[in-house]
């Protein structure tokens, strides 16, 4: 018989006493940081949002702008991309700036220039509200993929920190230039696919999928064909995955595998399509108006002045203020050892050195010593100390850099103002953190709000910087080409014009004060009194320009252009042929050759000029206009007219090939098509003389004499100087119509200007 089982007693537990309740939120499986009280909208996903909505806000007045600067050659006045999405294939495969001119030593940057004809296929060339929407909503995911990155950089554990450091970044107006010119979408594509690229190697090392790094050895070739910024992650990539994300050695070598991968076959890429088009060419070296370090006094001030940009890059990152375009000769002061700029500069470098240093020593996974060392490598590309940039500074060039000092920023309100809570995103809302983060935010937002209202137009960005700049010869220079080049074609009215001039002439004569062998400003300067027919002083800015700069093809093309005016052709001649010299692929030239051609009357080689330029520039409307001229006055009507026809494709009003046109079918003894075409000449221009003028003759040959009386009269009563020319076609009319009153005092008038008319 089986024992009944004992019962024992079952030991009590001794009470516990409940713990203190601490703030700690709860992460589910998403990512999503629960606050205390159960809200669960505070989901990474809704700080995206959230980052993405300030950084639209912020940016949302550029939409507003037009073309700056650079804009006109990757965009406006790009051949390539200005053919839409057809000429994509074309992008891919030829260097950077094949569409607006060709260079010898030429970089490859297909990606940016991808992406705006895609958006030419849909907003075409006036839609720049649309340009500049892709620019924000590009900058927008920056912001965001810098958020996901430090987010898992902290492996999720301090998301608050994560999002102090991508707002800071979102609100810093160093950003502005980056984002407000539509030229610089290839710095925000180069920044959105590389982080794009840590994102997903960092999920590869914590998941070990191979298509993570599959996609983010993708992502970072698609950085490189942005912008070659990029490079700076060769150094960043291995220190990240081997010290700092580095749950896996093997997957840290894959990773670093799939980063030489991305470079190798980008370098690849770009040598073969650069030696395809004789575009990697040994630079002829930095020009001084670009970067005034080309041309220090001493070498000892040249590595002083190389400080001090170094100190001027970290003094924008605190206080940026105030911004500007360009950072040209004087506008930063050649500095030696004895400058306090430089020390200071040594100071704050050699501390922030000497502190990741010893704090990456002393921990392999310091954030501090990894914001650092991020923010010194990627400047150091832009630093000058490795080579010589195209520029002294830049903000563009601090655009990578500064998620760097963004990250130091975050750390800094962790360790003083969040300390240990920053897992959860509500810490943010403390009265102290709120006491800094808000007034930063809105002073930096505001800055930057106000600083894209500058990037409007050339005109309103030179003047505001010239402005916070006086001593900078570049500023004053872009200043008065903006007004001479931007702002004069848009003013009809003459006394505005010829003010307008002397403000040019203004400006121009400052920058001069400044630098007085500024080869550019003379150009330009010679351009604005050819302009005003002033020709002697024209002729003696070219030639000065010449005497500062012998190579100028642009001053060269320019005095050939004095010549011509003022009918001197075979100087005007051998000056066009040494611009092509100079510069076989500069356009101007060959038109300009074709027009003295056409003066000299040998039209041959007019014409074969015209299709030289019509070479770099298939449709443009005056090489094929200039065809139909040079046809016109070899009297071949035919092809004259078909030139003149295809002109009015491409430009349905344009008065010139109106005018021709019409010209053209009188010649042919075709009146009435010829009266139609002059019409609406007249339609688009009611003071255009020559149509009247044609437009008279051709009534008079078809024996319309009261309408051929009233068009002469009419251009009379417009201009009497050039209208009294076609009195002879009034008192010839007056004399068809049997009216011989009429036609001898029209006859004694036509005498004054003719003195061999007679009746017939």
Same mark, same amino acid.
């Given at each position: 018989m089986a024992k009944k089982p004992t019962k024992k007693p079952i030991p009590q537990a001794a009470p516990v006493k409940p713990a203190a309740a601490v703030s700690r939120p709860a992460v589910n499986k998403t990512n999503t940081v629960i606050a205390e009280d159960?809200?669960?909208?505070?989901?990474?996903?809704?700080?995206?949002?959230?980052?993405?909505?300030?950084?639209?806000?912020?940016?949302?007045?550029?939409?507003?702008?037009?073309?700056?600067?650079?804009?006109?050659?990757?965009?406006?006045?790009?051949?390539?991309?200005?053919?839409?999405?057809?000429?994509?294939?074309?992008?891919?495969?030829?260097?950077?700036?094949?569409?607006y001119l060709v260079i010898p030593n030429d970089l490859y940057r297909p990606l940016s220039?991808?992406?705006?004809?895609?958006?030419?296929?849909?907003?075409g060339p006036n839609g720049l509200a649309g340009y500049h929407f892709f620019n924000v909503l590009i900058f927008a995911g920056c912001v965001i993929m810098f958020f996901l990155f430090l987010d898992k950089f902290f492996d999720r554990k301090k998301t608050a920190i994560a999002f102090v450091g991508a707002l800071i970044f979102a609100v810093h107006p160093i950003h502005t230039e980056v984002v407000a010119n539509i030229k610089s979408c290839d710095?925000?594509?180069?920044?959105?696919?590389?982080?794009?690229?840590?994102?997903?190697?960092?999920?590869?090392?914590?998941?070990?999928?191979?298509?993570?790094?599959?996609?983010?050895?993708?992502?970072?070739?698609?950085?490189?064909?942005?912008?070659?910024?990029?490079?700076?992650?060769?150094?960043? *990539?291995?220190?990240?995955?081997?010290?700092?994300?580095?749950?896996?050695?093997?997957?840290?070598?894959?990773?670093?595998?799939?980063?030489a991968v991305a470079t190798v076959i980008f370098l690849g890429i770009r040598s073969h399509v650069l030696s395809e088009y004789n575009a990697n060419q040994p630079s002829a070296g930095v020009e001084f108006i670009d970067n005034a370090l080309a041309n220090v006094p001493a070498q000892f001030s040249l590595m002083a002045t190389k400080i001090v940009v170094l100190g001027l890059y970290l003094k924008l990152m605190f206080i940026p203020h105030p911004l500007l375009c360009t950072y040209s000769f004087n506008a930063i002061h050649f500095a030696d050892l004895a400058d306090w700029r430089v020390?200071?500069?040594?100071?704050?470098?050699?501390?922030? *050195?000497?502190?990741?240093?010893?704090?990456?020593?002393? @921990?392999?996974?310091?954030?501090?010593?990894?914001? *650092? !060392?991020?923010?010194?490598?990627?400047?150091f590309l832009f630093s000058n100390l490795p080579f010589l940039m195209g520029a002294e500074l830049a903000e563009r060039f601090e655009f990578f850099a500064s998620a760097g000092f963004c990250l130091a920023a975050a750390l800094a309100v962790e360790q003083w103002l969040i300390k240990s809570d920053a897992t959860n995103i509500l810490s943010l809302k403390s009265t102290k953190v709120l006491a800094v983060l808000v007034p930063v935010s809105l002073i930096f937002g505001g800055l930057t709000v106000a600083r894209n209202a500058d990037w409007k137009d050339n005109i309103t960005l030179y003047k505001a910087d010239v402005a916070n700049s006086p001593e900078d010869c570049r500023l004053y220079h872009n200043v008065g080409s903006a007004l001479a080049e931007d702002?004069?074609?848009? *003013?009809?009215?003459?006394?505005?014009?010829?003010?307008?001039? @002397?403000? %040019?002439?203004?400006?121009?004569?400052?920058?001069?004060? !400044?630098?007085?062998?500024?080869?550019?400003?003379?150009?330009?300067?010679?351009?604005?009194?050819?302009?005003?027919?002033?020709?002697?002083s024209a002729e003696y800015h070219d030639e000065i320009a010449l005497k500062y700069n012998p190579i100028n093809f642009t001053a060269t093309n320019n005095l050939g252009s004095v010549y011509l005016t003022n009918g001197k052709y075979p100087q005007a001649v051998a000056m066009f042929k040494k611009a092509l010299e100079l510069n076989p692929?500069?356009?101007?030239?060959?038109?300009?050759?074709?027009?003295?051609?056409?003066?000299?009357?040998?039209?041959?080689?007019?014409?074969? @000029?015209?299709?030289?330029?019509?070479?770099?520039?298939? @449709? %443009?409307?005056?090489?094929?206009q200039g065809l139909g001229i040079a046809f016109f006055q070899m009297q071949r009507f035919d092809s004259a007219e078909y030139y003149f026809n295809k002109v009015l494709q491409m430009s349905p009003d344009n008065p010139n090939a109106l005018t021709y046109l019409g010209a053209t079918l009188l010649n042919e003894k075709r009146y009435p098509q010829s009266i139609a075409i002059f019409k609406k000449s007249i339609g688009i221009n009611p003071n255009d003389l020559n149509a009247y003028s044609n437009m008279g003759k051709a009534y008079y040959f078809s024996q319309q004499y009261?309408?051929?009386?009233?068009?002469?009269?009419?251009?009379?009563?417009?201009?009497?100087?050039?209208?009294?020319?076609?009195?002879?076609?009034?008192?010839?009319?007056?004399?068809?119509?049997?009216?011989?009153?009429?036609a001898k005092k029209y006859e004694a008038m036509a005498k004054q200007v003719y003195s061999n008319f007679k009746l017939e």
């Open positions: 159960g809200q669960g909208w505070l989901s990474v996903k809704m700080l995206c949002v959230l980052l993405g909505l300030i950084s639209f806000v912020l940016y949302a007045n550029t939409l507003l702008n037009g073309y700056v600067m650079d804009d006109v050659m990757v965009l406006r006045d790009n051949t390539m991309v200005t053919q839409g999405m057809k000429a994509i294939p074309e992008l891919l495969s030829t260097p950077h700036m094949r569409g220039l991808v992406m705006l004809a895609i958006e030419y296929q849909f907003f710095e925000l594509l180069c920044f959105f696919f590389g982080f794009m690229s840590l994102n997903l190697f960092v999920n590869y090392m914590k998941g070990g999928k191979m298509m993570h790094l599959v996609l983010g050895t993708f992502t970072l070739f698609l950085s490189y064909i942005s912008k070659e910024t990029v490079i700076a992650f060769v150094a960043i *990539i291995p220190l990240l995955f081997f010290f700092y994300i580095n749950d896996d050695k093997k997957r840290a070598v894959f990773i670093t595998g799939g980063m020390w200071v500069s040594v100071l704050a470098y050699g501390g922030m *050195i000497w502190f990741a240093v010893t704090r990456f020593i002393k @921990n392999k996974k310091d954030p501090w010593a990894f914001s *650092i !060392i991020f923010y010194l490598v990627t400047l702002v004069y074609p848009t *003013i009809k009215d003459t006394v505005k014009q010829k003010e307008l001039d @002397n403000e %040019s002439l203004e400006y121009l004569r400052k920058g001069l004060q !400044i630098y007085p062998t500024y080869a550019d400003i003379h150009v330009e300067m010679g351009r604005v009194f050819d302009r005003k027919r002033m020709y002697d692929n500069f356009k101007f030239p060959y038109i300009n050759l074709a027009r003295t051609y056409v003066q000299l009357k040998q039209y041959d080689s007019a014409l074969i @000029n015209y299709h030289k330029m019509l070479a770099f520039e298939p @449709n %443009s409307v005056e090489g094929v009261d309408l051929a009386i009233e068009t002469v009269s009419k251009e009379i009563s417009i201009d009497q100087r050039q209208g009294v020319r076609d009195l002879p076609y009034i008192a010839l009319s007056y004399e068809k119509k049997g009216d011989m009153a009429n």
